[in-house]
Each structure stands twice: as C-alpha cells, then as structure tokens.
C-alpha cells in the first residue's frame, strides 16, 4: 500500500541565534524579500515562522515582534515573485497599503497582498498572521482579477467568519496533511472566498461608497489638508487632536492606515514577506 508525501513543513525562529542575533536573522535570512524595519531598535526582537509548501499555494504562519515590510520594485525585480496572499490576522493589529488601498488591521481581520506589486505593511504591538499564497493564476482563475483586492480588508460576515476558521483550522492540522488534502484544503479556502467576492453587491442608491466616503471633507479641516482628501492627509495631521498630533508616525510619509496603527488603534479583531 502507497503512502501519500506527507506537506513539507519548515521552521524559522530567532531562538535559533539568540537576541543579540535575531534581528538581523530575521531581516538577512527569513524576510530579505522586503526592507523591515523594527518599530522599537531597543526592545528585544523575537519571531518565528512556519511554512508548509504545497503544488497550489504556500501555508505560512507568522509571529512576530513590532515590524514595518516594505516590498519595492526593487525587491520584486530581483526575486519575480508574483503571488496573492489571503492573510488573517490571528492576533495583534497593524495595517496594510498597496496601490491605492489600505485598512488598519485587526484580530479576525482578512486582508490581501500581491508580491508581484510594492506594498507595506506592519504592526506596532506585534502580530500573529496565517497567511495563504497562491500564484496569480491560480488566484486569478479561481477569484477574478485580484487588482481590486489587494491592499483591502474583507467587510465582517458570516463568510468571513468561515474563512477565518477554515485558514485557522488549515493552519493548525496542516503538519498532518498528506500534499493532496492540503491543496484540497486550499481550494476550499478559495471557493469560500469565491462566494465572498461574488455576494458583493454593486453600491445601492442612497448608499455611499468607501471612496466617497474618503473623499468627504473633516468637519474641522484646513486648507492645509492638501494630500487626496481626508483619508491621506499629510503629517502633523492639522485635523487631529492635539494629543494625536504629537504622536508621530511609525514610519514618516506614508497613510494615515500606519499613524493610526501605531496611536494603539483597536478593532473587534492579519500581512510573509
């Protein structure tokens, strides 16, 4: 009688090097697909990484310490990685930017990045993310054209939910997945995912849309809220309380998503490199 291969299942972790070392393992070995950033250089750095490959996607679970990724073109250029990445947010909150989109990041939160484009993304209280990527084809032939996703978060319905316990139950039982029940287990995610974009429904009238919404002007603003309306304005925000006025940014010159994050923004609660 044959026995089915077994998923492969690799493990990353900083205990491997100690303290001193970690950091610097993690950015050179673990994430060299992107520039990280640690949000404190003070505080001991910790993370650890599962991966477990398969022939329709890759299943990574990720915990780390307070980061910022930020893949560029240039990072793209030099690996031609061109996936799409369904990513939950086990625990923590952060935020995610890519192309014109962008959301905060909660427990519970469903979210999407493509490899293939630059994007950032990162966490000031640390996170734990299961994240699924699959090629772009794969994604595209099942999904639709993943343009409209990425940089998003999923709205919370009852199919999210599903969604969120089908990657967190993959996550937790992949290590005794032969490679067929694993891609069998990722086309399950798919297909509920394909129900979620499909069950959109076009805005209603009388209903505003998330961009029309943005682009309303602040009851306070100024004339100094030049950068494409109130959902990006530029930092110090002159909209803003004082109190949030004197927290900087975790990373000077991008969204308001990563100012946000690090101001301890909380949700009703997820981004590999």
Known sequence: MSVEAKV???FQTTDAVGPRHAFAYW???VLS?????PFDP???FSASRMVAPSARGTLLRTVSAPVGVDRTAR???????????IML???GRGFIEQGSNDALLGAGDVAFHATGKPGTAGSSIGYDEIRLSVPRAIFAAQIGNPQDLIGTKLSATPLRGLLSAHLDAFATSVSA????QADIAIDGALHILRGIVQGRRPTEDRELSVDAVRSLPSPTSSAACTSQGSARCRWPHPCRSPEAASTPPFRA???SRRRSATRGWTAPMTASS
């Open 27 to 29: 950015r050179d070995a």
């Open 89 to 91: 947010v086990a625990g």
């Open 42 to 44: 003070d505080v001991p």
């Open 8 to 10: 492969p299942i690799f």
């Open 177 to 180: 997945m032969s490679e067929a």
């Open 253 to 255: 010159g991008r969204g």
């Open 75 to 85: 990072h793209i250029g030099r690996d031609g990685h061109d996936d799409i990445a």
């Open 33 to 37: 697909a992107a520039t990280i950033t």
